[in-house]
């Protein structure tokens, strides 16, 4: 992208925040067959964390239940960004292949929640003295500093030679931008999903929502085992599965509209191009299209 083939010092073009929110859903949402291909493997690691604990009930299967779901989301993150800068050629496969690209995303995830975790208890606790809606304005905090850093996730899907150190240069100035985009594509996803996650509990499992305010509370006074045996304690195992994967489904929905925001920014600030232009309405060939290095970009 750059004439001696390394990134940019700095952003090559301001992000449109409007533009690229409205362009994030058709580009999510308008090829269902390949959003659809893009989860797959990604289910099939979250039915094995279900599954597991139930068949051999140990304390080791129980902690990998706990860590499949962010296992699940880097390996469909690494799909999708592929997808959204390479085209349906770029799909990882076979659907559960897992290589450098992923242990790596799965590094940076790893260490960003916990960086997340610690900044929200720093920031809430810090701005909870000083100012009103602390919660909601350390969120936003956390989240531009995501954001600063979000562009290592689709070099590192691309397999581009790239830092945490270029993502904060390249997102210089933008970084605000950034944010605005994904909290206005945010809202709205997260007000829809809480609305159909309700009637969920309510249609399969036959938990209301005062049920699940009264779980909250009790869990917040420290009474979580036993509002946990209460609540669900009568509840199918098989009704339990089947909000699990709608849920689960609901949620990779939404974090694809993010990643298509994080992967257009990265493609917009950077100027990346790959060799071949992204096709996505054409279906993806089943034969295995990975090779090493990526088609182009910053390290091209």
């Known amino acids: ?14 992000l449109p925040v409007i533009e690229t929110v409205v362009a994030a859903f058709p580009a999510t949402y308008g090829h269902p067959l390949l959003l659809l291909r893009a989860a797959g493997g990604a289910f099939i690691i979250l ?8 068949a051999w009930p140990n304390a080791l299967t129980t902690l990998l239940s706990l860590f499949a779901p962010l296992v699940a989301y880097v390996h469909f993150g690494v799909n999708w960004y592929r997808l959204q800068l390479l085209g349906p050629a770029g799909l990882v496969r076979p659907a559960l292949r897992w290589d450098g690209r992923h242990w790596r995303s799965l590094g940076y995830s790893v260490l960003f929640l916990v960086l997340m975790v610690f900044a929200n208890l720093f920031l809430g606790v810090t701005l909870g003295l000083v100012v009103p809606f602390a919660g909601a304005l ?7 500093l995501l954001a600063r850093f979000s562009f290592v996730f689709p070099a590192l899907a691309v397999e581009e030679p790239y830092s945490l150190a270029f993502a904060w240069r390249h997102t210089q100035g933008q970084g605000l931008r950034l944010t605005a985009a994904l909290l206005l594509a945010g809202i709205p996803l997260y007000i829809v999903l809480s609305l159909i996650v309700a009637q969920l509990f309510v249609m399969i499992i036959g938990i209301s929502a005062s049920d699940i305010a009264a779980l909250q509370a009790a869990m917040g006074s420290g009474n979580a085992p036993e509002a946990l ?11 339990v599965f089947m909000v699990k994967v709608i849920v689960d489904a609901l949620f990779m929905a939404v974090l694809a509209v993010f990643f298509t925001i994080v992967a257009t920014a990265f493609r917009i600030c950077t100027g990346w191009v ?3 232009p992204a096709n996505l309405p054409a279906a993806p060939e089943d034969e295995d299209h990975d090779g090493p290095g990526g088609p182009g970009g910053p390290g091209a």
């Open 1 to 14: 992208m750059s004439m001696h083939n390394q990134p940019p010092p700095q952003a090559v073009a301001d």
């Open 229 to 239: 045996e209460e609540v669900f304690g009568s509840v199918p195992p098989e009704s």
């Open 274 to 276: 790959p060799a071949a």
């Open 138 to 144: 350390t969120n936003v905090v956390v989240l531009y």
């Open 47 to 54: 039915a094995i964390g279900f599954i597991l604990p139930l």
